[in-house]
T-cell receptor, first 115, second 107 residues
């Protein structure tokens, strides 16, 4: 199983809503990532979890809150988002955080629209 | 911060060869990745270079020169399905993507 799954595929939310994005992998990978991608732009790293601990937070606003309940799951909790937060949110995983085990497998993404 | 440079767009004919160049700043280098991304889909891994030289995988090859901060992705025998964006990604203490090169394959 070389798949990273993400739910939901699409999400529309108002600026006062609270929602969560979910990501799951069963490849035994110990590093998991959240990226944000705007149209015709490359993915931008938001968070990295390594061995279930937050390793990198790329100065992401606190309205985005990541959570890693176990080694297979990664959540992104959303609260009080702005319309400019509308984007494709990609989850990825890799065997490890650095070196040749760094190849990242991406999920299909959640397309988020904030109204 | 890291500055990765690759061309914005390239056009080529079916059956031809296209070379996508990527330059980067060499400090903190841990490897260089290439990903393919079709419109509306997630990136998929193509290649990883950490040592100098050419890595060949079927129709795709990737080259690295660490001292020059330079890599290229070579796509041979182009097919229509190769129309996509190709992302060069620098592995330092995290993965940083270049802006991507949109390749359009014409019949």
């Amino acid at each position: 199983d070389t798949e990273v799954t993400q739910t939901p595929k699409h999400l529309v939310m108002g600026m006062t809503n609270k929602k969560s994005l979910k990501c799951e992998q069963h490849m035994g990978h110990r590093a998991m990532y959240w990226y944000k991608q705007k149209a015709k732009k490359p993915p931008e790293l938001m968070f990295v979890y390594s061995y279930e601990k937050l390793s990198i937070n790329e100065s992401v606003p606190s309205r985005f809150s990541p959570e890693c309940p176990n080694s297979s799951l990664l959540n992104l909790h959303l609260h009080a988002l702005q319309p400019e937060d509308s984007a494709l949110y990609l989850c990825a995983s890799s065997q490890d955080f650095q070196g040749p085990l760094f190849e990242q497998y991406f999920g299909p993404g959640t397309r988020l629209t904030v109204t | 911060g890291q500055n990765i440079d690759q061309p914005t767009e390239m056009t080529a004919t079916e059956g031809a060869i296209v070379q996508i160049n990527c330059t980067y700043q060499t400090s903190g280098f841990n490897g260089l990745f290439w990903y393919q991304q079709h419109a509306g889909e997630a990136p998929t891994f193509l290649s990883y270079n950490v040592l100098d030289g050419l890595e060949e995988k079927g129709r795709f090859s990737s080259f690295l020169s660490r001292s020059k901060g330079y890599s290229y992705l070579l796509l041979k025998e182009l097919q229509m399905k190769d129309s996509a964006s190709y992302l060069c990604a620098f592995a330092g203490n995290k993965l940083t993507f270049g802006g991507g090169t949109r390749v359009l394959v014409k019949p």
